[in-house]
Each structure stands twice: as C-alpha cells, then as structure tokens.
C-alpha cells in the first residue's frame, strides 16, 4: 500500500540535485507524492538557474556532480543562508566522506540507497528549524515595535532638516558612466554590460516590477522562445556575482507573474 500524500508538507520547497536521471526522476516523483513541492536538477549550473528565483526549505545534493561538485555548491549555500536545511545524498559512504561532508555544512549526511522514510523525516526536521527560526525572528521584530510604542519621545536632532535629502545609509550606488555598483557597507564591484542594463532599466521604475518582456526589449534578445531563459541567468549571475563581491545581497527581487524589481538603488550618471 502506498503512502498517501501529506498535504503538510505542501508549502515545503525541496531541491534535488542529482545527475543519475533515473534516480531524480524516481526520487523526484515519491517526495511529490508525499506532498512536497519539488523541483529537480541535472547540474550546479540548472540548480543555480532556479534557486535564484524561486525560494526553497531543503536541498538536497549529490556529491559527484559533473563540474561544480555537491561539496562547492553546499559551501556556497551555507556561505549564504545559515537556516537552509542541506543534506547530502550520495554514494560516498567513506567514515572520511561523512565527516567531510558535514564539516562542509550540511545538515545530514545520507548513503545511497536510502530509505525515503529517513529522508523525509530529515527533510521535516530541517522545515521544523526554518519554521522556528521565522517565528522567532517575527517575536523578536513584534517585541521591539511594542518597546518603541511605549519609548517616550526624543526630540529630534538639531541637524534633522539639514540632512534631509541626504542618502538613506541602506542606498546603494550605481555610475551609469562606469557601471561601479557600491553596497551600503562601501565595497563596490564593476558590472558587465547586460547587468548595467538590467540595473539601469530596473532602477528607472523606483521598485516597481519590470516583466521579463521588457527587460529582453532593453537586453536586445530577438528571440522570444530564448528571453525568460536568458534574462533569468543574467539576472541569477548579477545577484551572485555582486553578493560574492560586497558581501550583501543586492536588493533585488523576483514579483511572481510581475516580473523583477530593484530598490535603494540611487543612479549616478555623471
């Protein structure tokens, strides 16, 4: 008798990365139809295309992958996102291997073949934590907006109204002339000519969403069948490539069924 679905888990994003096609095929099916969500990739290059616009709960990797291997991707995740539940998926079953793989940051190390019961209840544990540290992190804002209801009032600064038009200290900077794009924190890095465009065209709406259609206008893809692919990657590689350099993520973001929208981004053109 198979195991019916749990609707549950039907707001938990999984994502497999597997290159064996029959085994994320397979896999990919049974975690769906225990009511995850899940979407399944080949390679770090297809895992990284989706993760950059589609939030998730758990991924869960193998190790030997072709090019970037699991151990890279899961340093990278790690690097970034501290609550993502990892778990390695792998045929490595070395003493040396687990201990590797769990010093790289995952949360759980699981030799194939695995018994989807385990992993499940793996993927649930590690949905529980990011469940938690959400309500946690919501009583914590909710507590310290109460403490700033009752504070009493301070007057304001004497030199309020003379800053008034100065900068948030939240503002990133961006020289349309040399396509230096600088963090609030001071790093900066230069940007390529499609992601100068994509900034530029986004920057121009004031957060407001700008649909993928436009942005192929401003990229010059001729090919429609090609503009959702194309401006995804090169949206996916501007998000990676600038946190990797500034150390913060830039603040742009994924509308669904809208399109993407840049904010706290001041353009400099002289």
Known sequence: MSTPINTRHADCHVFLVEDEDSLRQDLSFLLQHRGYQVTACASAAEFYRHFAVKPA???????GLEGEDGLSICKH???????????????RGLRDDRVHGLMTGADAY??????????????????????????NSLSAVSAARAVADVAPARPAPAVAEASEAAPSPMVWS???????ITAPNGKS??????ERTVVYALSQRDGQAVSVEELAVQLLIANPAEAKHRVEVIVSRLRRSVEQAV?????????RGTGYCLRDVRVVED
């Open 189 to 194: 890095r230069r940007l390529t000519g499609n």
């Open 247 to 255: 150390e913060i993520p830039l603040p742009l973001y994924l509308l």
């Open 77 to 91: 995740l790690r690097s970034h996102n501290p609550l993502l539940g990892i778990i390695f998926l792998t045929a």
């Open 174 to 180: 961006f020289e349309l002339g040399t396509g230096l």
């Open 57 to 63: 709960s758990v991924v869960v990797l193998d190790i």
């Open 110 to 135: 699981m030799v194939k073949p695995v018994e989807l019961d385990e992993l499940c209840l793996t993927i649930d544990r590690l949905e529980d934590r990011l469940r938690l540290a959400q309500v």
